[in-house]
């Protein structure tokens, strides 16, 4: 599988470690490095990769998937849940947008 690594304005990435990032590289769908770009570039110089730039103006956050819930099958209740549930994902990734405009 190719390496894919995506550049970001930030990557948020939950590990007191690492708090933040620019970059993350990819294949086959699962994620082998998270850092600095030039930094990741150097760890896989000896292997094939691409750069997409297509996220370099965005803030990346990991996906939070609540894994329990029945949201879409419950009824018009899980109806309403799921709408709700969207909308708070679209105002939060503008938010994170606006964020993101703010700073350049």
Known sequence: MPIVIYRA????TLDSNCPTANAVAVSDGRI???GEFTKICEYLSDAVFEVDDRFKDDVIVPG???AHGHTFGDGALGSLFGLVLMIVQALTAQFLKDV?????
């Open 9 to 12: 304005c930030e990557i948020v």
């Open 32 to 34: 082998l490095h998270v």
């Open 64 to 66: 939070f998937i609540e």
């Open 100 to 104: 993101n405009r703010s700073r350049t």
